[in-house]
């Protein structure tokens, strides 16, 4: 399996980049919780530079990564942030983006920022429909701008922020439910990263999602854009992933994780025209079952690409450590990293040496 090549060399170091349009602004989204979304965001949002990370869903699993102490610290919100534009009268936010390095000693020296959650995002998607409602009741060009402006909101107010904080790249993580920020969010993105868990479930949320791209009634679909715009998927990164442990057949997947990879192929294929090329095997990526260091990672919410093999806490009484397969993960860490951005030298026309 071609797939399956690739993820070894991309153990060994000797995977090619795959051959994929760049884009800037990327969102992590499945409709399903549990996932690795918010994990995949804060990892990603690491190995990038100059890059805005925007938390958009009400539960603030990122926010809670960057800052422990949001609750306190956090005044201005990505729900402030939008809000005015559902809402008349309000003010419009400037610079909410703080600097990750403030509250998170790992990224000290890096220029990331983040966009801090608030969970009054459970309640933006009655106003946005509210809002919706009365703009419809307008006709002609006052409605298509004023549909516009609420369907870029987010949009608009990252490009500000980008342009404020002096940064390029942006990554939204989502909610695992579509109406409201994450709704906002596939307009605000140039394309999609799609993690998909080894099970049915996961299968079925990549289904609805799909769904919601295609089909002219969907909840997506139904209020367009002037534009009509629709991001494609750039990846599904299946995580979980897990190997067999028969002797000799290290590098073979395990049974359920091979089903899941064939499943996962055959959706990509049938949807194809949702995809960014089209060659399907371009569009899966392998995240292997994090074990106990996802659970440093997450317990210190210090990025996978900080810890070593042994490095060990204590979590819940049980003594917990990294284990020995955390340089494959990083590997395959920086390789989703380095097939979504721009090289920098590419972007502004410089030859690459
Ligand atoms: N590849 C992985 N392997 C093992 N555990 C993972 C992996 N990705 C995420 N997790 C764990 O799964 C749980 C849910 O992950 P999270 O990123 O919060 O999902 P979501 O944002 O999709 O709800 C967390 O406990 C996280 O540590
Ligand atoms: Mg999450």
Redesign the pocket.
Known sequence: MDIIDRQNAIELGEAEALDLPKFDTYA?C?L???????????NLAYYADRIIVADT?P?C??TWFFDHDYLSHVSVSVYDMLLPHFVPGLGFATRVSRSISATNQYFEGKNAFFLPSDNQLYILPSQITTAIVQAERMTGSQQTRILDSMLFSLRDELRRELSETKTERCLI?TS?FFSGATHLAWHACDALIV?V?TDQQSINSLTLLLRMLSDPSSEFRKICPSNGHTPKIQMIVL???GWSTVKNARNVPNKQTKIYIEKTLDIIRQNIVHFTTDNPDNHILL?????GT??I??AKSKPIALLNVGEGMTINRVRTEVNSSVEK?KRQLKYISDSIWWEREAKIGLPVE
């Open positions: 992590i499945n399903r919780g549990g996932i690795g979304k918010t994990t995949l965001s804060f869903c539960q699993n990122l993580d695992p993690p868990r995580t979980h992933c995240l292997d079952d994090f074990l996802g659970r990672s997450s993960v």
